[in-house]
Nanobody, 120 residues
Framework: QVQLVESGGGLVQAGDSLRLSCAASGRTFRSYVLGWFRQAPGKEREIVAE????????YYVDSVKGRFTISRDNAKDTVYLQMNRLKPEDTAIYYCAARLILIRARWDYWGQGTQVTVSS
């Protein structure tokens, strides 16, 4: 059974940093891309960043480029999202998800989410 378990969310002030973690288990993710999504109240879910588990290729949405960094630790089967210079508009529930490298439109596995709140 595949599980993605997020942790690391919390309440911070604008300009602070947080690191989210996503512990993956239940299968080998060599053929997968792991990503972080977020959903703010009243808004659609959007992808924030993703990383190719095998090769490490990354993607970021424009709004977080230069502030967020996605990384993975293959030995720990964990993906991280380092979030620096947080802004109130980063407030959302953040979800970890996984998809096959060759199937871009379908994310097969999802975590339960972790709340990030940034106060001004």
């Amino acid at each position: 059974q595949v599980q993605l378990v997020e942790s690391g969310g919390g309440l911070v002030q604008a300009g602070d940093s947080l690191r989210l973690s996503c512990a993956a288990s239940g299968r080998t993710f060599r053929s997968y891309v792991l990503g972080w999504f977020r959903q703010a109240p009243g808004k659609e879910r959007e992808i924030v960043a993703e990383i190719n588990w095998a090769g490490g290729t990354t993607y970021y949405v424009d709004s977080v480029k230069g502030r967020f960094t996605i990384s993975r630790d293959n030995a720990k089967d964990t993906v991280y999202l380092q979030m620096n210079r947080l802004k109130p508009e980063d407030t959302a529930i953040y979800y970890c998800a996984a998809r096959l490298i060759l199937i871009r439109a379908r994310w097969d596995y999802w975590g339960q989410g972790t709340q990030v709140t940034v106060s001004s």
